[in-house]
Nanobody, 114 residues
Framework: VQLVESGGGLVQAGGSLRLSCAAS????????MAWYRQAQGKQRELVAA???????TYADSVKGRFTMSRDNVKNTMYLEMNSLKPEDTAAYYC?????????WGQGIQVTVSS
């Protein structure tokens, strides 16, 4: 399974972006999906996670602004990001746990200007 992210870019503070992560194979029987981010010089952190029981958790820093979702038909997960702040600037990575395997996307840059 390969994961390919899209939708990143440069946006002004207060703006919105939607990240997509498309899987090359079926993700119907996934264990968990997640979005992470890594700012320059900082450790990678969890942004949002979705379990196979459809429970979603968010980092406190993005609650109320980011929404994670998935489309089983398209084998794609999404991260809708609203009210973006300069501190949201980072490389964003999607992650998929499937049949005991751990897959990561290549990462996509999100830059929020003040």
């Amino acid at each position: 399974v390969q994961l390919v992210e899209s939708g990143g870019g440069l946006v002004q503070a207060g703006g919105s972006l939607r990240l997509s992560c498309a899987a090359s194979g079926s993700t119907f029987r996934f264990n968990a999906m997640a979005w992470y981010r890594q700012a320059q010089g900082k450790q990678r952190e969890l942004v949002a996670a979705l379990t196979n029981s459809d429970k979603i958790t968010y980092a406190d820093s993005v609650k109320g602004r980011f929404t994670m979702s998935r489309d089983n038909v398209k084998n794609t997960m999404y991260l809708e990001m609203n009210s973006l702040k300069p501190e949201d600037t980072a490389a964003y990575y999607c992650r998929l746990l499937l049949y005991g395997y751990d897959y990561w996307g290549q990462g996509i840059q999100v830059t929020v200007s003040s």
